[in-house]
């Protein structure tokens, strides 16, 4: 029998087994993520591109508008910078720059690392959970993330990651399928350079199957029909994306959401493009004209060093065509603003029907 109340909810003390993922790069505001807290799901702010000093105010931000719990999500990895190709990819991006009028593109970069601070402050703040991406925590800092009584989630993309995860003692795993946007968390691209492409349905019971903690399932889950199928399937609870990317409180650009609500199942694809680990987003002009290009990104996180101009002027100019449009591939029924309550609300009454 599926029942709503699984024992994730009482393992995260939330009302409904609704996460909301955490998106870094500014779609995750402390609004939004205090809003899906209190709305009874699991808000969760997208931090690995803060300074530890904006990450500070999001953190206490996010505690004066609820005392509910909350995540906070973090790159487990931080590789070192290569810029030995600089030349070559500013070259294939000129098009771009002409585009949108950048005359002297930067010559020097420097990606920043903030890695340990962020889950150091995470502690210092007591944080009640940690999520990771593209790895685990490093044995030390799950060995401290322990002793602050910190639950720990980790985002997977096989089996294989789940089953090493859970060994490293996560306390719960996200099963992310290949419909989700934006980075999904591989460990590893080295025998998938495009990350693995297993769909969510495939995923997530060869996951419980292998594994004895916690499932959440994880791309292009939208409403209470893909909650009721996760839980079949034998995940507890669902992390939701893209349709809060869209929601009132995020902090996505306009420009952005409306791209997501124009869009439709066929619209995305998976790109390096813009920063060098393959995302799924929604096809624009900058992904045309580098991909046509055929010049290979820089490794991340250097390639999205090195964009982040781009990115910035299109987002000030609200140009879609030159933005990173992370979205999944359930978006034909997303078409307007929604108060992020609202969404969990409906996908909570949606189930219940379901059920």
């Given at each position: 029998?599926i029942?709503?109340?699984t024992?994730?909810c009482r393992?995260?003390?939330?009302?409904?087994?609704?996460i909301?993922?955490?998106?870094?790069?500014?779609?995750?505001?402390?609004?939004?993520?205090?809003q899906?807290?209190e709305?009874?799901?699991?808000?969760?702010?997208?931090?690995?591109?803060?300074?530890?000093?904006?990450?500070?105010?999001?953190?206490?931000?996010?505690?004066?508008?609820?005392?509910?719990?909350?995540?906070?999500?973090?790159?487990?990895?931080?590789?070192?910078?290569?810029?030995?190709?600089?030349?070559?990819?500013?070259?294939?991006?000129?098009?771009?720059?002409?585009?949108?009028?950048?005359?002297?593109?930067?010559s020097?970069f420097?990606?920043p690392?903030?890695?340990?601070?962020?889950?150091?402050?995470?502690l210092?703040?007591?944080?009640?959970?940690?999520?990771?991406?593209?790895?685990?925590?490093?044995?030390?800092?799950?060995?401290?993330?322990?002793g602050?009584?910190?639950?720990?989630?980790?985002?997977?993309?096989?089996?294989?990651?789940?089953?090493?995860?859970?060994a490293?003692?996560?306390?719960?795993?996200?099963?992310?399928?290949?419909?989700?946007?934006?980075?999904?968390?591989?460990?590893?691209?080295?025998?998938?350079?495009?990350?693995?492409?297993?769909?969510?349905?495939?995923?997530?019971?060869?996951?419980?199957?292998?594994?004895?903690?916690?499932?959440?399932?994880?791309?292009?889950?939208?409403?209470?029909?893909?909650?009721?199928a996760?839980?079949?399937?034998?995940?507890?609870?669902?992390?939701?994306?893209?349709?809060?990317?869209?929601?009132?409180?995020?902090?996505?650009?306009?420009?952005y959401?409306?791209?997501?609500?124009?869009?439709?199942?066929?619209?995305?694809?998976?790109?390096?493009?813009?920063?060098?680990r393959?995302?799924?987003?929604?096809?624009?002009?900058?992904?045309?004209?580098?991909?046509?290009?055929?010049?290979?990104?820089?490794p991340?996180?250097?390639?999205?060093t090195?964009?982040k101009?781009?990115?910035?002027?299109?987002?000030?100019?609200?140009?879609?065509?030159?933005?990173?449009?992370w979205?999944?591939?359930?978006t034909?029924?997303?078409i307007?603003?929604?108060?992020?309550a609202?969404?969990?609300?409906?996908?909570?009454?949606?189930?219940?029907?379901?059920?």
């Open positions: 029998m029942t709503l109340n024992d994730i393992l995260l003390e939330i009302e409904f087994p609704i909301q993922a955490g998106m870094a790069g500014g779609p995750t505001t402390p609004q939004l993520v205090a899906v807290s709305a009874g799901g699991l808000g969760t702010l997208g931090a690995a591109y803060l300074t530890p000093e904006k990450l500070r105010a999001e953190i206490l931000s996010i505690r004066e508008q609820t005392d509910k719990p909350f995540a906070v999500n973090l790159f487990a990895d931080n590789p070192q910078d290569d810029f030995s190709r600089l030349t070559e990819v500013q070259e294939a991006l000129r098009p771009a720059y002409a585009e949108l009028s950048i005359e002297q593109p930067g020097s420097q990606s690392d903030y890695g340990e601070e962020q889950f150091r402050l995470c210092e703040l007591d944080v009640p959970i940690i999520s990771t991406a593209f790895g685990c925590l490093s044995p030390e800092q799950m060995k401290a993330a322990k602050h009584g910190v639950l720990v989630i980790t985002m997977a993309t096989t089996v294989a990651e789940a089953i090493e995860a859970q490293a003692g996560v306390d719960a795993i996200v099963a992310q399928g290949s419909e989700a946007g934006g980075h999904r968390g591989s460990f590893s691209y080295e025998q998938h350079p495009m990350g693995a492409q297993v769909g969510l349905m495939a995923l997530v019971p060869q996951m419980v199957d292998e594994i004895t903690i916690p499932v959440i399932a994880a791309g292009g889950i939208v409403d209470g029909r893909g909650l009721v996760s839980l079949a399937l034998g995940a507890q609870a669902v992390q939701v994306g893209t349709r809060f990317v869209g929601a009132k409180e995020s902090g996505a650009h306009a420009a959401k409306q791209a997501i609500f124009d869009s439709n199942e066929e619209s995305t694809v998976v790109t390096k493009s813009f920063s060098g393959p995302a799924r987003g929604i096809n624009n002009r900058f992904i045309e004209l580098f991909e046509s290009a055929g010049t290979k990104a820089l991340f996180p250097s390639h999205n090195v964009t101009e781009i990115r910035g002027v299109a987002t000030k100019t609200g140009n879609p065509e030159f933005m990173s449009l979205a999944g591939q359930a034909r029924k997303l307007r603003e929604e108060r992020a609202d969404i969990v609300d409906l996908m909570m009454k949606q189930a219940q029907a379901l059920v």
